[in-house]
């Protein structure tokens, strides 16, 4: 497939139109946006299943919007979304498919990848996991001393770690309440120990999660796991009949020391930070057994039938993806916040952020050319409340614009209505504080009637004062099932796949990472042996001399 240029005629006019009418807009309060066109809350909102997005708090108006729209439309976003789903190459600097949806839907048309049946395999591997975790839940695969598994332990890192972690978290209500799970990804001593006190190792199972089975990190940490598990079962041997690996290289798992039927494959074409609907989401798995596990994907399918067919101005995630076009490529805005207001999302914006910053923090598009406008955006934040009694402060009042992602979980298990009330209450007096802000004639006005002296609320006015102007959009989950987690994510996935294909930037690659690993193993080397003088910089040099001394 011809990969797009992110320079190409049409792309380049639709950029202009939009930084137009960013000009024309970009001292048009919000809140005027909003008197101007009475139904904007309508105009500019979706909903689909379990999700409801309110987009109008973003600082475009229809016009502007229209050439999104018209920008998403030439960046033959339709056209690479579908290549994407028939598993036509779209990995273009490592000549993959990305077929992490196919993980979804093993029962959809044929699906035949360069002679390879998808679905089958898919299917295969799907049922082999169901029966194995059912085993697990049930007791049935039994423990060395023939009792049942109740501590799951993950080890993994990245894409291994942070969606089987968030999704656990997120589906604790759903989750076989003798189950324990633990997550482990830095290799650091204490969070290694503080995992090995937490765990009997006659009651443990232990999952290694690693697409490729090279991760040092992972395997550092499944090799003391292990030595654990040996000392506490009498032997190595004993310790593999509680192992299991993940992998999509199934022979270097074996090559050390798994058993064929304790390996869990899945595949070269699902990206490490797209593979929680593989093997390597077993933990979910085992923790909502198969039932909800399959409406978890039915979910993401449901999302992916959306993202598939919805025309593209009520299209969930192009709309997503498009705010963010607007604010980051347009507008210039450098981050993105999420705020998730149930703390069964702890771990969303984490996932989230390894998704986005991942996949589109890139500098040249397909054809190697430096890309000419800014592209991915810094994702942070965390759970609403607490960020706002730690670094909302900066977003109300700092020197940056910094646009907000809320999330809300409308439905909480057991609800307290009154906690409710106090979070939604929060969620929304931010968005719409960020939104209007405060003048400092109405801050000092308000200060004089409250009885404050004329220079004194003078003095004050600046320093209380918000500017607003802050756009946001509000997602609002109806209730934080299975299925609509799994839709959420898959939204997530696609807003992150649109806005890579309008840069136009490889989304499924992540060069970035590699420089730093190579560099890794010179220094581990050298903290293994001796530090080599002169093949370093000073700073470097000095630094990797005193970590020597710190751990001989
Ligand atoms: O270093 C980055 C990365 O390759 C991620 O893309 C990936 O999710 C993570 O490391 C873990 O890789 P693996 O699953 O192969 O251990």
New binding site residues.
């Given amino acids: 497939m011809h990969e797009p240029n992110s320079q190409s005629e049409s792309s380049t006019r639709h950029w202009q139109a939009l930084e137009a009418h960013y000009q024309r807009l970009k001292n048009t309060p919000l809140s005027q946006l909003f008197a101007i066109n009475p139904l904007r809350a309508q105009h500019f909102s979706v909903e689909f299943s379990g999700l409801f997005l309110d987009y109008s708090k973003q600082s475009f108006d229809e016009s502007a919007f229209h050439s999104l729209i018209e920008l998403a439309q030439t960046s033959g976003l339709e056209q690479r979304r579908d290549a994407m789903f028939q598993g036509n190459p779209t990995n273009s600097t490592e000549q993959r498919t990305v077929l992490h949806t196919a993980l979804r839907n093993p029962d959809g048309e044929d699906l035949v990848v360069d002679g390879i049946d998808i679905r089958a395999l898919v299917k295969k591997e799907q049922e082999r996991l169901a029966v194995f975790a059912n085993g697990i839940r049930q007791g049935t695969i039994k423990a060395n001393d023939g009792g049942p598994f109740t501590e799951i332990l993950n080890i ?5 770690d942070l969606g089987p972690k968030m999704a656990v978290e997120a589906l604790r209500p759903f989750a076989q309440e003798d189950l324990r799970f633990h997550f482990l990804s830095n290799p650091d001593t204490p969070a290694l120990h503080a995992v090995l006190r937490e765990i009997d190792p006659e009651r443990t199972l232990v999952l290694v ?7 040092q990190d ?1 395997l550092a940490n499944f090799s003391s796991v292990r030595q654990f598990l040996a000392q506490g079962l009498g032997g190595d041997e004993a310790a593999m009949r509680h192992c299991v690996a993940l ?1 999509a290289s199934p022979q270097t798992a074996i090559h050390q020391g798994f058993a064929p039927e304790c390996v869990f494959e899945f595949w070269d074409w699902v ?3 797209y ?1 929680m609907w593989s093997a ?1 989401g077993l933990p979910i798995l085992i923790a909502i057994g198969s039932a909800q596990f399959n409406a978890f994907l039915d979910g993401a399918r449901a999302m992916d039938q959306h993202f598939l067919s919805a025309p593209l101005n009520a299209n969930m995630p192009v709309l997503l993806a498009l705010t963010g076009i607007w604010n980051h490529s347009v507008a210039l805005d450098r981050s993105v916040m999420m705020a998730a207001y149930d703390s069964r999302l702890q771990f969303f914006t984490p996932y989230v952020q ?1 998704l986005d910053m ?1 996949s589109n923090g890139k500098h040249v598009d397909h054809s190697g050319s430096p890309l000419t406008r800014p592209s991915g955006p810094i994702v942070w934040g965390g759970l609403g409340i607490n960020g706002q009694h730690a670094y909302f402060q900066l977003v109300h009042q700092g020197t940056q614009r910094v646009p907000v992602e809320f999330i809300g979980v409308l439905k909480a298990p057991d609800q307290d209505s009154e906690h409710q009330r106090i979070v939604f209450s929060n969620m929304l007096a931010q968005a719409e504080a960020l939104m209007v802000g405060r003048s400092r004639e109405h801050i000092k006005a308000e200060m004089i009637e409250q009885g404050y002296a004329e220079d004194h609320a003078e003095s004050l006015a600046n320093h209380r004062s918000f500017a607003g102007n802050i756009p946001s959009t509000t997602l609002l989950v109806e209730a934080l099932t299975p299925f609509n987690l799994g839709a959420l994510a898959a939204l997530y996935e696609h807003k992150i796949f649109a806005q890579g294909v309008i840069w136009g930037v490889n989304s499924f690659d ?1 060069w970035g ?1 590699e420089l730093g ?1 190579v560099l890794g193993k010179t220094i581990y080397d050298e903290l293994r042996s001796e530090p080599k003088q002169d093949e370093h910089d000073s700073s470097t040099q000095a630094l990797i001399a005193r970590v020597f001394n710190a751990l001989r």
């Fill in positions: 993994g890192i990245g894409g291994s999660s690693s697409k490729t089975f090279t991760t992972t992998t990206g490490g930070r593979s390597i390894q991942e992540q990472v690993k």
